[in-house]
């Protein structure tokens, strides 16, 4: 078997050879949780370096989660705990904080899963319910990018015009019903773009949500969500990145991010 995967991969680099593309580049292109030198000269970097918990912690401390979450062969997983929202270790987030970004997140789910992307994220703000009533366990606050099994989780038929479903801004926008979802047990991609008050989402590589944090339209938005209670929401100068403990098996990797202007 050994034998025939490097025979294998001797076979790979020698057809990159021909094609014209370095070896160098066409390893990179093969390795999760590594930027090629291309991404690097475009100002990517890596929020997560796909071994530690380095760079994230807990909304409600200074640490990293003791349970909830595992680190294994290259990727960061939540684990399941029946569907309880940040009921076992709880969100991650950035140490940092970002305002006008680019970010990009590989995830898998499971059946029936729910988790999320989440940026502009207050930590200092308390959580709150299905209604947006306070709550003493729930989810940071923060513009959340759905991760879902729309198939299987109740959350796809909640909402208002399946708000709640994968790709959607959470609770706000809907994607479109005919969006690019990949099948369960295979990596998707998360793409989000922050540029002064213009968010767009992408889910692999087709344009779901677009808005304007503050505009009039956005604002109405808010008003019949379960955020209707926090003022100014979504509307923060700046605010860390997030990934949801939701209590259901769900896989990250190749988190990637570039700070606009900045090289």
């Known amino acids: ?16 050879t021909l094609l014209g593309v370095s070896t160098s580049s066409f390893a990179q292109k093969n390795e999760t949780n590594t930027l090629t030198d291309a991404q690097k000269a475009e100002g990517w970097t890596l929020l997560w370096d796909g071994k530690t918990n380095e760079g994230w912690r807990s909304p409600k401390s200074d640490s990293f989660p003791t349970k909830g979450w595992i680190i294994s062969d290259g990727m960061l997983s939540t684990l ?12 991650i ?28 994220v207050q ?16 989810s940071a606050i923060g513009m959340e990018f759905q991760i879902l099994d729309d198939k299987v989780h109740p959350d796809a ?21 005919d969006k690019n979802v990949k099948p369960i047990g295979e990596w998707n991609q998360a793409h989000i773009l922050s540029q002064g008050k213009h968010v767009t989402f992408w889910l692999n590589g087709v344009k ?16 019949e969500s379960k955020y209707h209670n926090i003022p100014g929401f979504g ?7 997030m990934l949801q403990e939701h209590g259901n098996q769900v896989f990250y990797r190749n988190v990637m991010l570039r700070e606009l202007g900045k090289k």
């Open 1 to 16: 078997m050994k034998a025939n995967i490097r025979q294998t991969r001797i076979g790979a680099l020698v057809l990159a």
């Open 80 to 91: 399941e705990n029946k569907g309880k929202e940040a009921a076992s270790g709880g969100d």
């Open 93 to 120: 987030i950035t140490r940092k904080r970002y305002a006008d970004f680019e970010l990009k997140v590989d995830f898998k789910i499971t059946t029936g899963a729910n988790s999320g992307i989440k940026i502009f």
């Open 123 to 138: 930590p200092n703000i308390a959580p709150i319910g299905k209604a947006g009533e306070p709550a003493a366990v729930g």
């Open 157 to 177: 038929k909640l909402g208002r015009n399946g708000d709640r479903t994968i790709g959607s801004l959470y609770d706000l926008i809907p994607a479109p019903m």
């Open 208 to 223: 779901t949500v677009e808005f304007d944090r503050g505009s009039e339209d956005f604002r109405a938005r808010v008003a």
């Open 235 to 241: 509307e923060w100068a700046d605010g860390h990145i």
